[in-house]
């Protein structure tokens, strides 16, 4: 009955906001509520559940709720318009080439497995061109969307550290047989962005493009420009990426700092500051009220126990004369299984599971690790209503969640189905 309505929760989310019935922050708290109480638990039981869950993401709300604001500063003063001139030039208009260069850009970035970090990178320094150029944002979001995938499959991304954790094992078996795979992802991603690169240069032309980022810019806006600081804000920017990756300090209180300190010393007036914070304040608050949501929407799916029972319902759909087929199994549900499955209730509560299950047909469980990386929360982390990065990376391109999802699903699921592939062909994973 738990894997029933668990599922159903899932489901009727996801439906609300792929067809706009109701907003996500809205979804997210009304939709596990009411399958809660359908369930049989009290008001005291799911509001213990909701504030566990709140607790749980609590770092990351106030981390990106910051983020959002240090990011959306640096733009306002002009950071990224050395960048965006250099694209142009190379660009020069054609939005094919400039689709690409988001995708490979993505992928650079993306090399040190965060995707907190990649997608305010890379929305930031692209998201006015797409705009003056008139390119479909859905584009921007889905591309990047698309390239961290393969590339999160690094061993020292947070999923492949799970994976590796739970399955008592290290890169050299886990990550190394998946290269090929890995490649093969790449190769599709750059062959999806050349394809929407054909459609929307056919759509919109070449054009000659002399693109001043200021040109579109209010007065307001214009005031905001800071060039005199721009190496100050340049080296502040990398010297906080820098800081992130290595870990030196936590990351909330990383960008509560840096944030604040932006503010302060590009806006030293008090006027200029409470402008700056207008400007950006409902764009900081969907954000970081949808993280807070979504501690709600995983905090009941947790504490209800509705996420185990899940798993083992899946376990046991495999039937007992097809259990050579686990790995593939586990690879082909990896991607959609991001939409159901945090993290850690998938690396830490189904791979046991499944790996527990591959043994008993005489498979290496090592297998089951391989599949699953080949799409859950690697390259399904970017669409899923569980990941607080998702909702960055969208709220950053100013496009819906339900819009980003229905439009990139089934090219991120082509990339898991083309990593699989691959895999099979390779023996990373085997039938």
Not at 19 to 26: C, D, G, Y
Not at 250 to 275: D, G, H, R
Not at 349 to 377: C, F
Request: hydrophobic share 55%.
């Amino acid at each position: 009955m738990l894997a029933f309505l668990g599922f159903s929760t899932i489901l009727v989310f996801l439906l609300l906001i792929i067809f706009k019935r109701l907003s996500v922050l809205t979804a997210l708290v009304i939709v596990p509520v009411v399958f809660g109480i359908i369930a049989g638990f009290s008001v005291k039981e799911l509001s213990d559940m909701m504030l566990t869950g709140i607790k749980q993401v609590a770092p990351t709300g106030i981390l990106l709720m910051f983020a959002v604001l240090y990011f959306s500063i640096m733009l306002d003063v002009g950071l990224f318009d050395p960048v965006i001139a250099l694209i142009i030039r190379y660009a020069q208009g054609d939005p094919l080439k400039i689709i690409m260069g988001t995708a490979v850009l993505t992928m650079i970035v993306h090399l040190d497995g965060d995707g907190t970090a990649t997608f305010m990178i890379v929305i930031s320094a692209f998201l006015p061109l797409y705009t003056q150029l008139q390119i479909n944002k859905l584009i921007l979001t889905g591309i990047v969307a698309l390239s961290v995938g393969p590339m999160h499959l690094v061993p020292w991304s947070g999923t492949s550290a799970r994976a590796m954790a739970t399955l008592n094992s290290d890169a050299v078996h886990m990550f190394n047989p998946n290269i090929p795979a890995i490649i093969g992802g790449i190769v599709w991603v750059l062959f999806v962005a050349y394809y929407f690169g054909k459609k929307e240069r056919k759509r919109l032309g070449i054009v000659s493009l002399d693109y001043d980022p200021k040109t579109n810019l209010s007065e307001e806006k214009k005031g905001f420009r800071r060039p005199s600081l721009l190496w100050f804000n340049a080296i502040t920017t990398i010297a906080l990426i820098v800081i992130l990756m290595k870990g030196w300090l936590p990351t909330p209180v990383l960008f509560v700092v840096a944030s604040t300190l932006a503010l302060l010393i590009n806006f030293p007036k008090l006027k200029e500051q409470q402008l700056v914070l207008k400007a950006h304040g409902s764009n900081i608050f969907l954000v970081s009220g949808m993280i807070f949501a979504a501690g709600v929407f995983s905090g009941i799916l947790t504490g209800s126990k509705m996420i185990d029972a899940m798993a083992h319902t899946l376990v046991s759909l495999i039937p007992q004369e097809h259990g050579n087929l686990l790995p593939v199994f586990a690879a082909l549900t990896s991607m959609p299984a991001s939409m159901l499955f945090t993290p850690d209730a998938y690396y830490f509560g189904v791979v046991p599971i499944l790996s527990q299950a591959a043994q008993h047909y005489a498979i290496d469980p090592l297998q089951i690790g391989r599949a699953a990386l080949l799409g859950q929360m690697t390259v399904g982390f970017p669409l899923s209503p569980l990941t607080a990065s998702t909702f960055l990376l969208v709220g950053l391109a100013e496009v819906e969640l339900g819009d980003h999802q229905r439009f990139i699903f089934k090219w991120a699921f082509g990339t898991t189905l083309v990593m699989t592939l691959i895999a099979l062909a390779t023996g990373s994973i085997q039938i």
